[in-house]
């Protein structure tokens, strides 16, 4: 004992060591590396070749991208400025912007107008997808429509007041009548629109259109990228409802509604939408005298909204399908009447399991949009294959242009998919 | 029940495209406006330009007519038309007439109620070869790998004439126009064939159309031309004669530049009569005196439309060829102005 007491200890520590930098390898980059892309032979070599990949790709696109010529007036000069280089003629897109983003034939003075309805469209749409807004701008979104048909189309202004006052007036009676009976207030909405439309029609004068402040544009006139913007919103935003619709009518119990509901989405469903175009564009003007026919974009417009809307109804289906039969009964046993019941209990829930489906739905429509130019609308993809591709300057040009077609889409779609993700973490009630 | 209002559509729908038929030139004069069926782009025959005004050998063909009949050369509405949509949107008389290099056939003529007025440019098929393949007939293309647009009557031309000449090829099917332009240029074929005009705009697209030949040997006809509805005999007159204005201008040498003076009065009596100083061949076609002369003022005679749009000076540079009067040895044949 005693001579382990009075040997002196070799080492007492004192104090800590002090903290070193864990090893290298163990930190920072090298350590992510190590972990993600060299964590064993399998991966590293698939690493490898990712890279030599990567490399092989962007050894090729950005010296052209870089070399992009942006000044020039023909394909032919755009390779004199290049001399051999590899490089893009941008100089297309600096010359067209214009027609491939409005078409060939909007008037040029009157470009401030889609753009104003565009920006308009941002903060009409603010309240329906953001719902912390205050709820008092929804009435802007519930003018919108008159404004921007007004912005685009231009004309006499009493046209979309007619058609505002003859939706505000039906609003009105369907509240008034559609508490005691819904059919009473739905068919009294209809009927009182159309004799407010029709004695409106009536009552502007002919010339109202000619001398009107802004210049009208005729639907054959629009173009573009702005025609595939307004044919999406437009279809996505009325096939919503109506696809609601036909799924609730699909699951009546009333048999004359289910079945017609039933019908019209497996017919729809059933053909092709190029083919429900082609009706729209060909066959229907064999149906109406020549100078009345109806005008060639509400035609579509009615075609896309019914292809879109039988396959939203489809997915709404799914999650009202979805939702356990307790939560019918839990609302039938609270007293709660059948819109009451959907409006409350059921819709809420089935539409957040929905979002997937409906999103996925709406970003096929939107791309779906460049199938009007094989009816001749000169849409973005219209644009290039037609008017551009085919002029002498720049006939041969096609990476440029489609580059650009396929940015401009990505932005749109690749947004619709970001908002959807952040729509369903915020609508998450469930607890981890 | 049911049936009977079926029916009752049906008849209505017919009775207003039958009214559609009627008096054409009327309803031109009474609109104001010429709606004239082109294609939605094809380089140097129809497309619009960088300001959104319709440039091109079809275009000025439309022209042409709604200067002779309404007096303005602008007073067009240009409506563009797919190779699908084209021929349901004359007949159900969206446009008055069709000017979009549309092939004259006896089915197209007889089995679909048009009538083709004329030829304003005869087409053929054709091949394109690489120089350095140093090819100079295509009856040394044997064995040749050659690029061809699937489901079109260029394909059973192709296998025709090969069979005839019996020599073997090889078909890479390709879809559209710009396919085989990458497919060509990247060596995937070592022929292209389609429509000659189609083989000269395309090459003026390469980077280096001097390393390119066209040969010799057209192997289809392909008279393109303006065609109307069945009909309305009138209207069709008055789009025959237009095209045959522009035609015969050229043969009598009258421009653009020297029409006006030529209007005045000459000593050809033909020129007289075409421009409106003697005789009423504008009264007979219901037109007034000087319909003629405004047509060729609008864009020139033929061969300046020719050569202004696709002619040799453009960078599509075809050669007037079978395109040619035939006082050049062409088929341009106008039937005289008498």
């Given at each position: 004992m005693a001579d382990q007491t009075n040997n002196p200890i070799a080492f007492v520590a004192d104090g800590n060591i002090p903290e070193s930098p864990p090893p290298a390898r163990e930190t920072g980059v090298v350590k992510w590396l190590r972990e993600n892309l060299?964590?064993?032979?399998?991966?590293?070599?698939?690493?490898?070749?990712?890279?030599?990949?990567?490399?092989?790709?962007?050894?090729?696109?950005?010296?052209?991208?870089?070399n992009g010529v942006w000044n020039a007036n023909s394909l032919a000069e755009c390779r004199e400025i290049l001399a051999g280089k590899t490089g893009a003629c941008f100089a297309v897109l600096a010359e067209r912007w214009p027609q491939l983003i409005y078409g060939f034939k909007y008037p040029v003075d009157a470009y401030w107008r889609p753009n104003l309805a565009f920006i308009l469209m941002l903060v009409a749409f603010a309240p329906v997808l953001f719902f912390d807004l205050p709820r008092k701008l929804l009435l802007f979104t519930a003018v919108y429509p008159f404004?921007?048909?007004?912005?685009?189309?231009?004309?006499?202004?009493?046209?979309?007041?007619?058609?505002?006052?003859?939706?505000?007036?039906?609003?009105?009676?369907?509240?008034?009548?559609?508490?005691?009976?819904?059919?009473?207030?739905?068919?009294?909405?209809?009927?009182?629109?159309?004799?407010?439309?029709?004695?409106?029609?009536?009552?502007?004068?002919?010339?109202?259109?000619?001398n009107a402040w802004l210049s009208p544009v005729p639907s054959r006139d629009l173009g573009g990228f702005m025609l595939n913007m307004m044919l999406g919103v437009t279809c996505v935003s009325l096939s919503v409802p109506l696809g609601i619709a036909l799924a609730l009518g699909r699951q009546s119990n009333m048999p004359l509604i289910k079945w017609v509901c039933v019908i019209f989405i497996e017919f729809i469903r059933g053909v092709p939408l190029i083919t429900l175009l082609f009706v729209a564009s060909v066959m229907l003007a064999y149906f109406f005298p020549p100078d009345s026919t109806v005008d060639l974009f509400l035609r579509v417009v009615i075609m896309i909204t019914m292809f879109s809307a039988a396959y939203i109804a489809e997915v709404i289906r799914g999650g009202l399908a979805a939702l356990p039969r307790g939560q019918y009964e839990a609302a039938d046993s609270l007293g709660l009447d059948y819109p009451q019941a959907m409006r409350l209990i059921i819709l809420p829930q089935a539409l957040k399991i929905s979002i997937p489906g409906i999103v996925n739905v709406a970003v096929g429509l939107f791309k779906d949009t460049v199938l009007v130019s094989v009816i001749s609308m000169f849409d973005l993809l219209g644009m290039i294959r037609g008017p551009i591709l085919a002029s002498t300057e720049w006939n041969g040009v096609y990476w440029e242009l489609l580059g650009f077609a396929s940015l401009l889409f990505f932005v749109v779609c690749y947004g619709i998919s970001q908002y959807s993700q952040w729509l369903e973490r915020r609508l998450a009630t469930d607890h981890h | 029940m049911k049936k009977s209002v079926i029916l009752g559509a049906a008849t209505v729908a017919g009775l207003a495209?039958?009214?559609?038929?009627?008096?054409?030139?009327?309803?031109?004069?009474?609109?104001?406006?010429?709606?004239?069926?082109?294609?939605?782009?094809?380089?140097?025959?129809?497309?619009?330009?960088?300001?959104?005004e319709w440039q091109g050998f079809d275009v000025s063909v439309c022209r042409a007519v709604a200067a002779a009949v309404l007096g303005d050369a602008n007073a067009v509405e240009f409506v563009?038309?797919?190779?699908?949509?084209?021929?349901?949107?004359?007949?159900s008389g969206e446009i008055d007439m069709l000017a979009r290099n549309t092939t004259w056939t006896f089915s197209r003529d007889v089995d679909l109620k048009f009538e083709f007025v004329g030829v304003n440019y005869y087409d053929g098929q054709g091949f394109m070869v690489p120089k350095a393949l140093g090819v100079s007939s295509a009856k040394e293309l044997d064995g040749a790998r050659v690029c061809i647009q699937t489901g079109t009557t260029t394909e059973l031309n192709l296998a025709d004439f090969f069979r005839a000449n019996n020599i073997s090829y090889e078909p890479v099917p390709i879809e559209t126009n710009a396919e085989a332009q990458q497919q060509y240029l990247a060596g995937a074929c070592d022929v292209y064939t389609t429509d000659a005009s189609g083989l000269a705009a395309t090459r003026a697209t390469f980077e280096s159309p001097d390393e390119h030949v066209l040969l010799p040997e057209i192997i289809s006809k392909e008279p393109l031309g303006p065609l109307v509805r069945h009909g309305d005999h009138e209207w069709g007159d008055v789009v025959r004669w237009t095209l045959n204005a522009m035609i015969s201008a050229e043969e009598l040498g009258v421009t653009s530049a020297n029409i006006d003076e030529l209007s005045a009065g000459t000593d050809n009596p033909e020129v007289n009569r075409l421009l409106g100083t003697e005789g009423t061949l504008g009264e007979m076609l219901g037109l007034d005196a000087d319909w003629a002369a405004r047509a060729v003022k609008a864009g020139g005679n033929y061969g300046e439309v020719f050569a202004k749009n696709i002619g040799e000076e453009t960078p599509i540079g075809l050669a007037r060829g079978l395109n040619a009067q035939w006082t050049d040895g062409g088929l341009l044949y106008s039937p005289p102005f008498r």
């Open positions: 060299f964590s064993g032979v399998a991966n590293t070599i698939l690493t490898v070749l990712s890279l030599i990949l990567i490399y092989l790709l962007l050894k090729n696109t950005l010296p052209w991208i870089f404004i921007a048909f007004w912005l685009i189309w231009g004309g006499s202004i009493l046209v979309p007041l007619v058609a505002l006052i003859g939706c505000v007036v039906a609003g009105g009676v369907f509240q008034k009548f559609g508490k005691n009976s819904f059919a009473a207030g739905f068919f009294g909405a209809i009927v009182v629109a159309l004799v407010i439309w029709n004695i409106g029609g009536a009552l502007i004068p002919e010339s109202a259109s000619e | 495209a039958g009214a559609a038929v009627a008096g054409t030139v009327d309803d031109v004069k009474a609109r104001g406006t010429l709606n004239c069926g082109v294609t939605t782009g094809l380089v140097g025959f129809a497309a619009p330009d960088a300001n959104g563009p038309t797919t190779g699908k949509t084209r021929f349901t949107a004359l007949a």
